[in-house]
């Protein structure tokens, strides 16, 4: 909740600002027209297109590195599901009860990653982070290490060697997922980022106000429908930074992980 209304609400600033700063812009092109007449103008395309042209790029490449980050995080859910399913089977090489024994303390660990990302988190303002289940999280790090204990303790068995030769690998790549799913959830463009489009699209609200002075009249529809489509693209960019907060949801790849924790037997 926290997050969705500072997502709105950095979007609406933006939205007044942007109408602001095209009036103002109007009236200072009408200033500068009376000043030096319609030959006051000669040049300032130039400028305007450079300002605007770097205003796309930096848009154009900040939804690039959000989509590419967005796929990230569903790429790994995937891999998680499938290390997941992969460790369970290398358990199962231990044979009997050992076997049962450590398949049953990776299902309670799968079954406790499931309800992490199930359950409900919220948005740590200052830090820019997601805040997840501290008492969750203490129990998966004891599931963790409880597995991991255990299939030790199985290895030095001469019988069981070969069998250790699968599971340890399989379970530290199971265990690697995890962390870089977690690095994944930090994984965010600079600050400065954000600033520079909120200070450049006000900039560009200002030159767009200037340009419109040239003509007689102006039309409100095309001032709302300028800063709405900058208001908007804002705000998608926050929100796909963050997919399990605000509109756009990854949740639909979590079954991959659910899936795999019901295949276990």
């Known amino acids: 909740m926290i997050f969705m209304l500072f997502a709105v609400a950095i979007a609406a600033l933006f939205f007044v600002g942007s109408l602001i ?3 103002l812009g109007r009236q200072l092109g009408l200033q500068h027209s009376k000043r030096n007449g319609p030959e006051g103008n000669v040049g300032l395309a130039t400028v305007e297109g450079a300002i605007f042209g770097l205003m796309g790029l930096l848009l154009a ?4 590195g959000a989509l590419q980050r967005f ?9 998680e599901a499938t ?3 992969t460790a369970y089977d290398r358990l199962g090489l231990f044979g009997g009860d050992d076997a049962r024994r450590l398949q049953s303390g990776l299902k309670n660990y799968i079954r406790a990653r499931v309800d992490l990302y199930r359950m409900a988190h919220d948005f740590l303002l200052v830090q820019r982070a997601e805040d997840f289940s501290d008492q969750q999280e203490a129990n998966l ?7 991991w204990d255990a299939t030790l303790a199985a290895c030095p068995q001469p019988n069981y060697r070969p069998a250790c030769g699968l599971s340890v690998p399989a379970l530290n790549s199971l265990f690697e997922v995890a962390r870089l799913r977690a690095g994944a959830a930090e994984k965010h463009p ?3 980022i954000y600033f520079m489009l909120f200070g450049l699209g006000l900039g560009c609200s200002l030159l767009a106000g200037f340009g419109m002075a040239a003509s007689a009249g102006h039309s409100w529809m095309h001032k709302v429908l300028f800063a709405g489509t900058l208001s908007v693209a804002l705000y998608i960019l926050t929100d796909m930074e963050y997919p399990r907060l605000g509109l756009i949801r990854i949740e639909s790849f979590d079954h991959f992980l659910a899936d795999a924790f019901d295949q276990m037997r």
């Open 71 to 79: 796929d990230d995080r569903r790429q790994l859910v995937i891999q």
């Open 61 to 64: 490449f900040t939804i690039s």
């Open 141 to 147: 790090l004891e599931f963790k290490n409880q597995l």
């Open 190 to 192: 600079p600050q400065i």
């Open 83 to 85: 290390a997941a399913t």
């Open 21 to 23: 700063s095209l009036r």
